[in-house]
């Protein structure tokens, strides 16, 4: 019996080409941070403490803890004076960046019917950000945490692996005190979303890319954000 939906943000949730969405983003962060960190040193350290939170197998603690012990290693910089820069630009300059992305109506009509047939909902993103910009993305999305009341958002403070490791859903179904066959994931990629199956979550492969519709691909279903409703009213 179905008891939870796992959605991805990025692309699912939200329309948000992620290769555009980061050119901005890592040109914003980097300007936001000039003042402490020279811009080159910061942009290698910025893309290492990414790179170990993308391995993070759950040994070294949470995400946000590897990104910290990495970042901090090489710009030398007192965390004291850093983080609260990295807390400022979050909570107001991570706004600016809205404009690249885009909403799709039918988010909100999945997150309402979801919500409205008494499952938990789980917004399953790549836990790389804090909670502040997880939150952002879901008010342009149109389905905010202050509207909806998920189960868990996967910021980077309280998960310790990435997808597709299998660490990341197994975590998720341990705090949530759910069996793999009451899940669903549901998410637009096929590498990191769609590996959920392998531990038998249900998967529903949300199809952006128009060149891709007929791509093979092992998954239960397929289609838009309103093909899931049906699919998962029509037994999934």
Not at 3 to 22: A, G, H, P, Q, V
Not at 115 to 122: H, I, P, S, T, Y
């Amino acid at each position: 019996m179905l008891k939870c939906l796992l959605f991805d943000l990025d692309d699912t949730l939200l329309i948000n080409d992620m290769d555009m969405f980061s050119t901005h983003y890592f040109a914003a962060i980097t300007a936001r941070m000039q003042p402490l960190i020279a811009p080159e040193l910061f942009a290698r350290a910025l893309a290492a403490g990414t790179k170990a939170m993308w391995k993070n197998d759950g040994s070294q603690g949470t995400n946000a803890q590897v990104f910290e012990r990495v970042f901090f290693g090489m710009v030398e910089c007192d965390p004291q004076d850093v983080l609260p820069v990295f807390d400022s630009f979050y909570l107001h300059e991570f706004e600016s960046l809205q404009v690249y992305t885009q909403r799709d109506p039918a988010a909100r009509r999945a997150v309402e019917w979801a919500f409205g047939r008494g499952l938990q909902v789980v917004v399953a993103t790549q836990p790389l950000f804090p909670r502040s910009a997880n939150e952002a993305r879901l008010r342009w999305a149109g389905v905010g945490a202050e509207e909806f009341p998920y189960a868990l958002i996967t910021s980077y403070d309280v998960m310790r692996a990435s997808k597709p490791n299998p660490l990341f859903f197994k975590d998720i179904m341990t705090k949530l005190g759910l069996h793999p066959s009451e899940c669903c994931m549901v998410g637009d990629s096929l590498d990191a979303d769609m590996p959920a199956g392998k531990l038998k979550l249900s998967t529903f492969w949300v199809q952006r890319d128009p060149a891709r519709l007929l791509e093979q691909a092992d998954v239960d279903g397929r289609g838009n954000l309103d093909d899931l409703v049906n699919w998962l009213e029509s037994g999934g």
